[in-house]
């Protein structure tokens, strides 16, 4: 089926891969999507689940999640404020790709190293020859 992308707003792009995997394809969003994978989660848990994300960072993370439908912010009025983050529906349903996508970068990440270091190799043995 074929959109008319016209009227469009500014942040949206015409390319529907394009734009789902520059949002998810981040550094963040993965570790984050799946730490809320199992359960709800407060900021500060989410921070020590994934570890080494700033707090500036996982706030932005979360945002743009949010913004997109995958994650769901709730704010209890309570004092201090509690604020919980978990997957929305939409959110859930990529769980089932992206844990395809873990499981297959678990399966090949040696492979690829291993690519990487010949390739790495090949380039400086063609460097000392030239």
Known sequence: ????HSQNAPFDQPCPIRDVLDRIGDQWSFLVLEALAE??????????EIGDIS???????????EMDGFVERTVFPE????????LTDMGRSFLVPMQALIKWADAY???????????R?????TRKSV
């Open 1 to 4: 089926m074929t959109q008319d």
């Open 39 to 48: 359960r709800t989660l407060r900021f500060n848990e989410l921070s020590r």
């Open 55 to 65: 707090k500036q960072m996982l706030s932005r993370t979360l945002k743009r999640l």
């Open 79 to 86: 004092v201090p404020p509690r604020v919980e983050y978990n």
């Open 109 to 119: 990440h040696g492979q690829v190293c291993s690519s990487r270091r010949a390739f």
């Open 121 to 125: 190799s090949s380039e400086d043995v």
